[in-house]
């Protein structure tokens, strides 16, 4: 792949670089599990960060293609390959465009992504065209709040300086709804803060499900 499809976020790459193993202790480990369960044959993972997903697939998954547009991030998570049980290629790119044949996925995994992809719809448009139909896409992502005074927390920070601090995070996005509108259908999915704290924070709400992808 070019160079171009590299999107540079070096300060940010480093601090959640460094503050990730913190919030794999605090409960994500455990949802990054529960996101994977049961993960069958071919995947690709989007936004795959410094690989903290790798370890977690199971053994039937067959094959995991990881692409990742931040070059630093895109290093640890080619170290991060050596721990895991599975296959695991790390691969440059964008979520808009994918480096795989259409329908040639059998998975799609998006964790901690959507929220700050450029455009949500055209990457989850993309996740549909490479996941064959009838195949799955497992998403753990942090979303817009349901709760009146927390969303409008988030449309403030949303509006201001959050994407430049948090890599381009967008908290308010209803990603759900967006899923639904590439054409997948939803067929689980639970919401639940993380962390769980007394001070409310723009990526508070969370959502971990299973869509679909449609047979058109």
Not at 159 to 167: I, N
Request: positive net charge; contains cysteine; glycine residues 8%.
């Amino acid at each position: 792949m070019p160079k171009t499809d590299d999107h540079r976020r070096p300060l940010f790459a480093r601090c959640y670089a460094r503050v990730s193993p913190r919030m794999e202790a605090q409960g994500m480990a455990a949802l990054r599990a529960e996101l994977l369960a049961g993960v069958r044959g071919r995947v690709v993972e989007v936004g795959a960060g410094n690989g903290l997903n790798f370890t977690h697939y199971p053994p039937e998954t067959t094959e995991v293609i990881a692409v990742e547009p931040e070059p630093y991030l895109r290093r640890l998570a080619e170290q991060a390959t050596r721990q895991a049980p599975v296959p695991v290629t790390v691969l440059p790119g964008s979520a808009g465009s994918l480096p795989l044949e259409t329908g040639s996925a059998d998975v799609g995994v998006a964790s901690l992504v959507l929220c700050s992809v450029e455009n949500q719809q055209a990457a989850l448009r993309e996740l549909h065209r490479v996941i064959r139909p009838g195949g799955e896409l497992r998403f753990l992502e942090h979303v817009r709040a349901d709760a009146r005074r927390l969303l409008q927390l988030q449309q403030i920070a949303q509006a201001t300086v959050w994407p430049l601090l948090a890599g381009g995070c967008h908290p308010a996005r209803d990603t759900a709804a967006g899923i639904i509108a590439a054409g997948f259908e939803i067929t689980s999915v639970r919401r639940f803060r993380f962390p769980e704290g007394r001070i409310p924070v723009p990526t508070d709400p969370h959502v971990l499900g299973i869509a679909v992808r449609s047979e058109g």
